[in-house]
Every structure is written in structure tokens, then in C-alpha cells.
């Protein structure tokens, strides 16, 4: 299984600094895990765009799915697309297909009229597993100010898990048992007298990471007004194992 960071700022990209994205290759499979802003361009380093198996998307916040507008015109204006392409799947909230249309309409006329359908299998989520491939992907609800969902990827004995965003729940910690990698939503340092109802701090991705028994900790979605050390530092207080800060372009092989 092979992780590549595309982007890994939270709420707003820093300078050179994408939002959320990240490309999963396994068994064959290649999966884009969130298309935030500034996303797309960097995907293309990595994978035709065309060669794409899935996308996966935990929720619709603009930092998880901008550039999936990008992905969209690429796709269905591409002056040569392969003869074998066909609809790429996506993997999304229920109400992801209008609410990733209205990127592409500029009147409610033509929003009736517009149909993504012809490019995409739209596919919603829900707590379950599915496959792409030979990869399997267990879905569990998570706790955010939306619908929002974590991925556990896994093929070969290998598994890695994508907490989306969200705060800690006893269902982050199910989903992350024994994973090889955890990919971690931690926006910021905690703070004395503010209630956290939309992220986890570094501590506390730290203490899901120790609890479920991962092998390895990886802190995303940092803000980009965060202290970034800071947080990996309070990841490091909290968790025995490994732990690193994502950086666009860091690989993860295991």
C-alpha cells in the first residue's frame, strides 16, 4: 500500500500549502482520497487522471472537495479521453451529486439541466464495507457539524484509515484497530475554555492513534494559523508509536 500526501492544510490552504488530498495506491488500485483546493494539480504529478479506479470523498466541505470542479472539467472536456474510460466512481455524502454540480452552473436553468452522471457513478456513503477492486473500504459515521464519514482502506494484510474530520468518538477508535497507518484529522492545539465540536488537537488524534493500537500516526488538516510543531508535539506527548506532520509530496509505502 502506498500513501502520497497531495495536500494536508485544514479549512483554507497555506502558501504552498494544498488543502486536503491524497492518493491511495493498493493491489493495482489507485484511489483519491478528497480533492481539496489546490489538489488537483498535484494529483497529476502522481496519476493520469484517467487511470483514477475512485474517489472518495468523507464530506463536502470546500477544503475536502473543491477541486473536484478541477477533476470534472478535466474529465469531460479532455480533447482525448482513453476509448475504455467510463464513469468513475464516487464515493460520497447522499447529496453529492447536486451539491458538486452547482460548481459547473450558472443559472439555476442550467443547473436542472446539467447531469454529472454521464462521468460519474455517484455511490453514497454509509457505515458498511465496499470494494474497489480487490481493495476493501470499511465506512464508519463520524462526528462532525455534517455528514461526515472515516475510511479504513485495506488489502494484503494492510490497512490504513483516513478519520475525514471529526472529534474523537468510540467509532474512530473501532474503525482504527490494529491499522498500520492512521491519517488524523488534527486541526490545532487544545485550548482552555473553547468547545471542540469540529476537529481533534494534536493530543487527542494522539490518543485515538494509542488506544486503537495503530502502528503509525500521521497528523493532517492542521490550520495553516496553527502552531503546526506544536501540534505534532502534543501528538508525540500522547502516542508511543511513530508520528509525523504530512507534507505535500510525503510518501508512506508499507
Not at 19 to 45: C, D, K, M, P
Not at 90 to 116: K, T, W
Not at 185 to 193: F, N
Request: proline letters at 6%; aromatic letters at 8%.
Amino acid at each position: 500500500m502506498r500513501l502520497t500526501v497531495l495536500g494536508c492544510a485544514g479549512s483554507a490552504p497555506g502558501p504552498d500549502l494544498p488543502t486536503s488530498g491524497y492518493l491511495v495506491e493498493a493491489g493495482g488500485v489507485r484511489i483519491a482520497v478528497e480533492l481539496g483546493g489546490g489538489v488537483f494539480g498535484a494529483l497529476q504529478r502522481y496519476c493520469d487522471p484517467f487511470r483514477l479506479d475512485a474517489v472518495l470523498l468523507s464530506h463536502l466541505h470546500l477544503d475536502h472537495c473543491a477541486d473536484f470542479s478541477a477533476l470534472t472539467t478535466y474529465l469531460r472536456h479532455h480533447p482525448a479521453p482513453p476509448k475504455t474510460f467510463g464513469r468513475l466512481p464516487v464515493f460520497a455524502p447522499s447529496h453529492a451529486p447536486g451539491r458538486l454540480a452547482n460548481a459547473h452552473a450558472a443559472s439555476e436553468e442550467e443547473l436542472a439541466a446539467l447531469r454529472l452522471s454521464d462521468t460519474y457513478d455517484f455511490v453514497p456513503l454509509k457505515a458498511g464495507r465496499f470494494d474497489v477492486g480487490g481493495v476493501s473500504i470499511d465506512v464508519a459515521a463520524m462526528r462532525h457539524i455534517c455528514e461526515a464519514y472515516a475510511f479504513r482502506i485495506a488489502v494484503g494484510g494492510k490497512s490504513l484509515v483516513f478519520t475525514g474530520d471529526t472529534v474523537p468518538c468510540p467509532e474512530l477508535v473501532e474503525l482504527a484497530r490494529g491499522a498500520d497507518l492512521l491519517l488524523a484529522d488534527a486541526a490545532w492545539r487544545e485550548q482552555a475554555g473553547r468547545a471542540n465540536y469540529l476537529h481533534m488537537s494534536g493530543h487527542e488524534a494522539g490518543a485515538v492513534a494509542e488506544e486503537a493500537g495503530v502502528g503509525r500516526l500521521v497528523i493532517t488538516h492542521v490550520l495553516p494559523w496553527s502552531d503546526r510543531n506544536g501540534v505534532l508535539e502534543d501528538a508525540v506527548e500522547s502516542f508511543t508509536g511513530p508520528v509525523a506532520l504530512a507534507e505535500p509530496g510525503a510518501v508512506y509505502a508499507f
